[in-house]
């Protein structure tokens, strides 16, 4: 949504028509960056008499998560024996100047320790990603087959 600062505003005089008032704005909005920005009004009327100084506080939030997408094959498949590689994924934020990042601080982001590639069977890999505003994804998961090795048997 686009940023208009006279919409911030109302001026009244006693006497001067509002559209003859001139308004004074110090300061910007950088809707891109998230952050506090202080905008100072001063009006002036038409005999020019100018109003105090009024400041206001505009607060660019970010209340978007960021999305995670898994990067290789899902499911991914091994044989008993090889070893898991994780194939990656990729974190995309509306402020990606101010980075995602991978939470760690309550839940681990891949939990490839807990797939045993000696044991045939389905391992789920969990990933979450988090904003540097504290905006979390949603939960998504790998999952890694790990099959038994076939043999061939030569029949004679």
Same mark, same amino acid.
């Not at 940023?3 to 308004?23: H, M």
């Not at 044989?79 to 990042?101: K, L, M, R």
């Not at 979450?128 to 890694?144: E, Q």
């Given at each position: 949504?686009?940023? $208009?600062?006279?919409?911030?505003?109302?001026?009244?005089? $006693?006497?001067?028509?509002?559209?003859?008032?001139?308004?004074?704005?110090?300061?910007?909005?950088?809707?891109?960056?998230?952050?506090?920005?202080?905008?100072?009004?001063?009006? #002036?009327?038409?005999? =020019?008499?100018?109003? @105090?100084?009024?400041?206001?506080? +505009?607060?660019?939030?970010?209340? #978007?998560?960021?999305? +995670?997408?898994?990067?290789?094959?899902?499911?991914?498949?091994?044989?008993? =024996?090889?070893?898991?590689?994780?194939?990656?994924?990729?974190?995309?934020?509306?402020?990606?100047?101010?980075? @995602?990042?991978?939470?760690?601080?309550?839940?681990? +982001?891949?939990?490839?320790?807990?797939?045993?590639?000696?044991?045939?069977?389905?391992?789920?890999?969990?990933?979450? @990603?988090?904003?540097?505003? =504290?905006?979390?994804? $949603?939960?998504?998961?790998? $999952?890694?087959?790990?099959?038994?090795?076939?043999?061939?048997? #030569?029949?004679?």
């Amino acid at each position: 949504m686009p940023f $208009n600062i006279s919409d911030q505003y109302i001026v009244q005089d $006693n006497y001067s028509d509002p559209s003859q008032i001139i308004v004074n704005t110090v300061g910007s909005v950088d809707t891109a960056t998230v952050g506090s920005y202080t905008l100072t009004y001063t009006a #002036t009327d038409e005999a =020019g008499n100018t109003s @105090a100084p009024i400041e206001q506080t +505009i607060y660019i939030i970010d209340t #978007t998560p960021p999305t +995670i997408t898994l990067d290789g094959a899902n499911p991914l498949t091994l044989t008993v =024996g090889d070893s898991f590689t994780e194939p990656g994924y990729t974190i995309t934020d509306n402020y990606p100047t101010q980075g @995602a990042i991978l939470d760690n601080s309550t839940h681990s +982001i891949v939990q490839s320790d807990k797939i045993d590639t000696n044991t045939p069977g389905t391992y789920q890999v969990d990933y979450l @990603a988090r904003d540097n505003n =504290g905006n979390f994804s $949603n939960w998504i998961s790998r $999952n890694v087959i790990v099959q038994a090795q076939t043999t061939n048997a #030569t029949i004679l």
